[in-house]
């Protein structure tokens, strides 16, 4: 099982990132998937979620109308799209993948916003 985060990096504040998580070794298709993000010297948190299907997304009221997620299970892909990205969203993001008590986690990929 892998999942491999891609599209992190420095940016400014107000501008936008796209996020990338490749999975294989299980049913993509099958787990509901989401990004958490943790910053230094805080506790990891959720920052959105979409169902297997794609039908359903739920995000964090901080990132609420600047992030979106999204999911191409054909390609086993999971994105998060964020826009207007303040220095607060500053961390580590992380892809994680769930269905039932079976869970999956990325290694992370670091956000920088700052001018």
């Known amino acids: 099982v892998q999942l491999v985060e891609s599209g992190g990096g420095l940016v400014q504040p107000g501008g936008s990132l796209k996020l990338s998580c490749a999975a294989s070794?299980?049913?993509?298709?099958?787990?509901?998937m989401r990004w958490y993000r943790q910053a230094p010297g805080k506790e990891r948190e959720l920052v959105a979620s979409?169902?297997?299907?794609?039908?359903?997304?739920n995000y964090a009221d901080s990132v609420k109308g600047r992030f979106t997620i999204s999911r191409d299970n054909g390609k086993n892909m999971v994105y998060l799209q964020m826009n207007s990205l303040k220095p607060e969203d500053t961390a580590v993001y992380y892809c994680?993948?769930?269905?039932?008590?079976?869970?999956?986690w990325g290694q992370g990929t670091q956000v920088t916003v700052s001018s």
């Open positions: 979409i169902t297997s299907a794609g039908g359903s997304t």
């Open positions: 994680y993948a769930i269905r039932g008590y079976l869970t999956y």
């Open positions: 070794g299980f049913t993509f298709s099958s787990y509901t």
